[in-house]
């Protein structure tokens, strides 16, 4: 079992930057693939990034290539989700995932945190 707790949402302009944490407890956080998804009003929930258990690889959607990064600390079980050049369609909840496999399918995760909000204005 793995408990997710994220933090760092918040309201910001458009061009502006945010950093995501989630912190894990309960089993061992480093066997696992750590995911971002987000979920806008009306929306289904949407890959964003991916990290393998090493960090050793990621993977991001299109839409956030090049402006958003993932990063983790296996030493912190903290699994952490950079993000600048905001715009306006980045607002949404985003939620971290731990999952047992390499996978941009939120099925494919296991355990899933609440959320943070992020709101960016134009």
């Known amino acids: 079992q793995v408990h997710l707790v994220e933090s760092g949402g918040g309201l910001v302009q458009a061009g502006g930057s945010l950093r995501l944490s989630c912190t894990a407890s309960g089993s061992i956080f480093s066997h696992y693939a750590m995911g971002w998804f987000r979920q806008a009003p009306a929306k289904e929930r949407e890959f964003v990034a991916r990290i393998t258990w090493s960090g050793r690889a990621t993977d991001y959607a299109d839409s956030v290539k090049g402006r958003f990064t993932i990063a983790r600390d296996n030493a912190k079980n903290t699994v952490y989700l950079q993000m600048n050049s905001l715009k306006p369609e980045d607002t949404a909840l985003y939620y971290c995932?731990?999952?047992?496999?390499?996978?941009?399918?939120?099925?494919?995760?296991?355990?899933w945190g609440q959320g943070t909000q992020v709101t960016v204005s134009s």
């Open positions: 995932a731990a999952g047992g496999s390499w996978s941009t399918s939120a099925r494919a995760y296991s355990y």
